[in-house]
C-alpha cells in the first residue's frame, strides 16, 4: 500500500497545529485543575467559618456540652450537627440519611473533612473541647455549584482553545503559504528559465535571509550550469570547425586520386596528403579527448615536466626541418608538473606548431618553476602578435596574418582548444612580446 505523501506546506502546517494542540492541552488542564483547587479551597474556607460561628453559640452546663444559641436552622443550605459524643444534640431540620450517616462516621472517625458524592455534599467535623472533648460539631454544604462552576470553566476553556486552534491552523496556513510563495515563485521561474533562458537571475545584492540566502546559491548555480552550457556550447563549435577542415580535404583528395592512375607521381602525392590529412584529424580527436579528461579528472599525479616537452617537440621536427628551422628546448632543473603528461603535451604542440608555423629560423622552449607553477615559455624570431589580437586568437575560428598579411591555413581551432586544455588543468596561458618575436606562456600546477 503506498502512503501519500505530503507537501511541505502541509507538513508545516501540520506541526504548527500538533504543537499549538500540545500547548493548548497542557494550558487548559492546568488552568482546570487550579480553578478546581480553588474552589475546593474557597468550599472548606465556608465550611470552617460555619463551624467558628456554630462553636460560638455552644457553651457547658454542669460540665456537659450544651446549646446557647441554636443554629439558624431556617437557612437555606443548613446542615449542621452538634454531637455529645454520639448523642445527637441538634441536626438539619431537612435530614438526608446519607449525610446523616457521613456525619456520624466522621466522628467516630476523628477525621474532618469528607464529601458524600451521592448528595454532593461537603463534610467538616471540628471537636468541642473544654480541659477534655465534650462533643462535636459537623457542618456541611452542598458543593454542586462549585462543581458546576468547574464543570462550565473546562467546557468554555475546551470550546475556547477548539477556536484558537481553528484559528491557529488558518493563521500557520496564511503564514507558511505566504513565506513559500517566494520558494514556488523561484520554482516556476527555475523551470522557465531552464528550457528558455539561463542568464536570469533571482537575487540582486546582499543575501538578508534565508530565502535571500538560497537565491544567491541558486543564482551561482546557474551561473556555474550556464557557463558550463556555455563551454559545451563552445566546444561543439570547435569540433564541428575543426573536424571539418581535414574531413573535406580527405574528401576532396581521395576523390581527386580516385580519378588518377594508380602508378602516376600525382596518385602517390594525393595518397600522401590524405595521409598527412588523417594525421591531423587524428591529432584533432586526441586533443579532444585530452580536453575532456582534463576537464574531468583536473590535476593528477605528479610527472615529468621535461617528457611531454619533448615529445611535443618532436611532433614539429619534421615541420621545422623542411622549413630549414630549428628548435631548442632548455630545463634548468628536473621538475614534476601535476597534470597529465599527455594533457601537457596537447597543450605544448599547437604552441609549437604556432611557432614553427611563424619563426624564421629559430623556436626556444624554455622549462622553469616559479611559486608552485611550472612555466613553459615558447619562443620564435617571427613577426610577432598584434596587440590588439592577443586574446582574439584564443577564440575559435580566429586565424592571423602570416607576416606578408594573408592568412595562414588552419581552422583556427588550436589556441582555443590550448586555453581551454590549460584552464581545465588548473593553468594558465599567455600571450606577449619578446623583442623580435612572439612569446606564449604555459603556468601548470608543479607537482
Not at 450537627?81 to 472517625?109: C, K, S
Not at 537571475?201 to 530565502?211: C, M, N, T, V
Not at 590550448?418 to 612572439?438: I, K, Y
Request: net charge neutral.
Amino acid at each position: 500500500m503506498r502512503v501519500p505523501r505530503f507537501g511541505l506546506r502541509a507538513r508545516l502546517t501540520a506541526s504548527a497545529v500538533a504543537g499549538a494542540a500540545i500547548a493548548l492541552t497542557v494550558l487548559i488542564t492546568a488552568f482546570n485543575l487550579v480553578l478546581d483547587a480553588r474552589l475546593r479551597t474557597d468550599a472548606d474556607n465556608v465550611l470552617r467559618e460555619r463551624a467558628a460561628t456554630v462553636l460560638r453559640g455552644l457553651g457547658t452546663i454542669d460540665g456537659r456540652l450544651s446549646v446557647i444559641e441554636a443554629p439558624d436552622l431556617g437557612a437555606i443550605d443548613a446542615q449542621t450537627w452538634i454531637f455529645a459524643g454520639e448523642q445527637t444534640l441538634e441536626q438539619p431540620a431537612l435530614l438526608d440519611p446519607r449525610n446523616q450517616q457521613a456525619a456520624l462516621m466522621l466522628v467516630r472517625a476523628g477525621r474532618s473533612f469528607k464529601t458524600v458524592d451521592s448528595t454532593d455534599t461537603r463534610l467538616l467535623a471540628v471537636a468541642v473541647r473544654q480541659a477534655r472533648r465534650l462533643g462535636t460539631v459537623v457542618v456541611g454544604a452542598s458543593v454542586a455549584p462549585y462543581e458546576s462552576s468547574a464543570s462550565s470553566a473546562l467546557l468554555g476553556s475546551v470550546i475556547l482553545g477548539v477556536i484558537m486552534l481553528a484559528a491557529i491552523a488558518a493563521l500557520s496556513r496564511w503564514l507558511i503559504s505566504h513565506a513559500l510563495r517566494p520558494v514556488a515563485r523561484m520554482t516556476a521561474e527555475a523551470a522557465d528559465w531552464g528550457e528558455h533562458d539561463l542568464s536570469r537571475r533571482f537575487f540582486a545584492g546582499e543575501p538578508h535571509d534565508e530565502l535571500s540566502r538560497l537565491a544567491s546559491v541558486l543564482d551561482g548555480l546557474l551561473a556555474r550550469l550556464g557557463e558550463s552550457l556555455r563551454r559545451e556550447q563552445r566546444l561543439t563549435a570547435e569540433v564541428s570547425h575543426e573536424l571539418r577542415t581535414p574531413l573535406a580535404k580527405i574528401v576532396a583528395e581521395a576523390e581527386l586520386a580516385a580519378g588518377r592512375d594508380r602508378s602516376s607521381p600525382e596518385y602517390r602525392a594525393s595518397l600522401q596528403l590524405i595521409r598527412r590529412h588523417a594525421h591531423d584529424l587524428q591529432q584533432v580527436l586526441e586533443t579532444l579527448l585530452a580536453s575532456a579528461r582534463a576537464g574531468d579528472s583536473g590535476r593528477s599525479r605528479a610527472g615529468d615536466a621535461r617528457a611531454p616537452a619533448d615529445r611535443a617537440a618532436a611532433r614539429v621536427h619534421e615541420l621545422l626541418a623542411l622549413q630549414a628551422k630549428s628548435i631548442e628546448l632548455a630545463c634548468e632543473q628536473p621538475l614534476k608538473v601535476a597534470v597529465e603528461t599527455d594533457v601537457v603535451e596537447r597543450i605544448l604542440s599547437p604552441l609549437l606548431e604556432n611557432a614553427a608555423r611563424f619563426a624564421r629560423q629559430r623556436v626556444m622552449l624554455e622549462i622553469s618553476g616559479v611559486d608552485g607553477e611550472v612555466i613553459y615559455e615558447i619562443r620564435d624570431d617571427g613577426p610577432g602578435v598584434d596587440p590588439l589580437e592577443r586574446e582574439r586568437i584564443f577564440e575559435p575560428g580566429f586565424r592571423g596574418e602570416q607576416a606578408n598579411g594573408e592568412l595562414h591555413a588552419g581552422a583556427g581551432l588550436g589556441l582555443s582548444l590550448v586555453r581551454r586544455l590549460a584552464r581545465g588543468a588548473g593553468g594558465e596561458v599567455e600571450v606577449g612580446a619578446s623583442g623580435d618575436g612572439a612569446s606564449f606562456t604555459v603556468r601548470l600546477p608543479a607537482g
